[in-house]
């Protein structure tokens, strides 16, 4: 194995001058920096990050759990964390979140991350405070269904935001307006029903249990699940309004009253909750409610290293920003008799 010492005495420099070249300190010359990483390049040297992370106590690495690689509105926030952590001179990784195996984290992380990054998965209490313990800091993108003791939630104003919503469907005279959400209380489009439940309290209007449709965020699953309502009710449903928790859900409902010949919004209005660029390319394209992604993860990004690096007062935890109300030709207007009340 090819060692510290080995690139230094390629490059004929000591070994404390290669560590300054690999750590980007500006003390070296750039004729003496370039011969270190043309020793590098010809030995074919690879840091021990672990080695190095025993030694400073930090690995440089942060890890991002995720729920779903397959969702755009994920990837989208994942370029961006990516994008402002290498521009501070950290890596990253991705690894989908699995409740069963939380556990397994603990061991896994050990030495190897500096900072955790959530897309609103709700940790387990023991799995936080272990980390905590580490000086290992934990910030989510979205709230966790459940309040956690975090380090940091960058999130919408999802009442707000809820409130834009069912006051434009309500404008169009639906008075029963049905939610799509995961089936897990511990998932984080959880906080977005909650959000939509008390807009309606606000908008004076009812829920009905039977209107909230259970789906795991998949465009295939809820275009099953809709296509399966529409046949069950021969296409009368007794809502005249569907809000879905992520667009990938309302693009697959869409689909399905395609597919049966419902219009959409003659019959039944449907709308999103990311402005994913889908969205925007259904037909007809779907009224959204917009989740600015890249400022969301920036944000919590820059809150993680700056709590990593000690700049970050304990007392800021929570950043909203605002989440716009996007119209487009998904809701509208239902046409008579349509629809069983």
């Not at 934990?138 to 919408?156: F, N, T, W, Y």
């Not at 890249?294 to 950043?319: C, H």
């Amino acid at each position: 194995m090819v060692s510290r010492q080995d690139v230094a005495d390629r490059a004929g420099v000591s070994a404390a001058v290669v560590s300054y070249v690999l750590n980007n300190r500006n003390i070296v010359k750039e004729t003496t920096r370039q011969k270190v990483l043309e020793a590098v390049l010809e030995l074919n040297y690879k840091p021990n990050l672990l080695a190095r992370s025993l030694k400073t106590k930090k690995s440089k690495q942060i890890v991002v759990l995720v729920q779903f690689l397959g969702n755009p509105f994920e990837a989208g926030i994942l370029l961006r964390i990516e994008s402002v952590a290498k521009e501070n001179g950290y890596f990253v990784f991705f690894q989908t979140y699995e409740e069963t195996r939380e556990e397994q984290l603990q061991e896994l992380y050990m030495g190897r991350v500096d900072g955790i990054l959530l897309l609103g998965q709700s940790l387990k209490e023991s799995t936080i405070e272990h980390f905590s313990a580490m000086g290992i800091p934990i910030v989510s993108i979205m709230e966790p269904a459940k309040r956690l003791q975090l380090d940091g939630v960058v999130d919408i104003d999802w009442i707000d935001a809820m409130r834009q919503l069912v006051r434009h469907l309500k404008q169009y005279g639906h008075e029963r307006i049905a939610f799509m959400s995961g089936g897990s209380g511990n998932h984080h489009y959880e906080c977005r029903f909650r959000s939509f439940l008390e807009a309606l309290t606000i908008e004076g209007m009812l829920f009905h249990s039977g209107d909230k449709l259970e789906d795991p965020g998949r465009f295939e699953s809820a275009h099953a699940q809709m296509k399966q309502r529409l046949e069950q009710t021969e296409g009368r449903l007794p809502f005249q309004a569907l809000i879905c928790a992520n667009d990938l859900m309302a693009a697959g409902s869409l689909a399905a009253c395609r597919e049966l010949g419902i219009e959409v919004p003659g019959t039944l209005s449907i709308a999103g909750c990311e402005d994913i660029l889908m969205s925007s390319q259904t037909y007809p394209p779907l009224t959204v409610i917009h989740f600015p992604r890249p400022e969301a993860a920036e944000q919590a990004t820059y809150q993680l290293l700056s709590r990593m690096e000690g700049r970050e007062p304990p007392s800021e935890t929570e950043r909203m920003l605002v989440g716009a109300l996007v119209i487009r030709d998904s809701t509208g207007r239902r046409l008579q008799n349509t629809v069983v009340e």
